[in-house]
């Protein structure tokens, strides 16, 4: 159990240009969403906080007019990243937060999306 | 002073040895407490959680908390080459992982066959 997916797995697309990762709670609800962004050889950076059926809450530094998050159902938040550039480019972690066990609410991580902007 | 802190490493041991990561935290608020394992080019995976003051072990892994001294270790016996990853200590205000948890920088280990 606890499984959640992301889609696409890698994108390559151009500067300019937007793209729209999804990341699916296979066998729970997901209250809450979060999506991390993490560079070559370093840390999870921690990007915004996003509950169903609500606005997401973004972390200082982030542009919420540049990543766009939806969290439109307790099994699907999408982060579109719009008009990306070459710095965009970053391995995209969505991660779901539900009742998976009883009372405790872990946190299970997608695959993560590698995202390459040329 | 980060929020959680480990050690960068790389900590290098011996096929069938021990590792023991640690992790210091400075929120003496924190609830719960989580280990995850990275491999080069994926994302975590969750191995371990705890919440209450002492051990929990689970197969070759145990969780160590100490609230008083703000410190949670994972201590992996048996060590594998198949355990080589980064380790990501998180730790997180509420009793249920509510809100956001808050991850240190990662500690990597390297088993050596």
């Known amino acids: 159990g606890a499984v959640v997916s992301q889609h696409p797995s890698r994108v390559i697309c151009k500067s300019g240009t937007s793209v729209k990762i999804e990341c699916r709670s296979l066998?729970?609800?997901?209250?809450?969403m979060f999506w991390y962004r993490q560079f070559p050889k370093q840390s999870l950076m921690l990007m915004a906080t996003s509950n169903e059926g609500s606005k997401a809450t973004y972390e200082q530094g982030v542009e919420k007019d540049k990543f766009l998050i939806n969290h439109a159902s307790l099994t699907l938040s999408t982060l579109t990243v719009t008009s990306a550039h070459p710095e965009d480019s970053s391995f995209y972690i969505c991660?779901?937060?539900?009742?998976?066990?009883?009372?405790?609410?872990?946190?299970?991580f997608g695959p993560g999306t590698r995202l390459t902007v040329t | 002073q980060k929020e959680v802190e480990q050690n960068s490493g790389p900590l290098s041991v011996p096929e069938g040895a021990i590792a023991s990561l640690n992790c210091t935290y400075s929120?003496?608020?924190?609830?719960?407490f989580f280990w995850y394992r990275q491999y080069s080019g994926k994302s975590p995976e969750l191995i371990m959680f705890i919440y209450s003051n002492g051990d929990k072990e689970d197969g070759r892994f145990t969780a160590q908390l100490n609230k008083a001294s703000q410190y949670v270790s994972l201590l992996i016996r048996d060590s594998q080459p198949s355990d080589s990853a980064t380790y990501l200590c998180?730790?997180?205000?509420?009793?249920?992982?509510?809100?956001?948890?808050?991850f240190g920088d990662g500690t990597t280990l390297t088993v050596k066959p």
């Open positions: 066998d729970f609800q997901a209250t809450t």
């Open positions: 998180a730790v997180n205000r509420q009793r249920t992982n509510a809100g956001k948890s808050t």
């Open positions: 991660s779901a937060r539900g009742a998976t066990s009883g009372a405790f609410y872990e946190q299970y």
């Open positions: 929120d003496r608020g924190s609830q719960s």
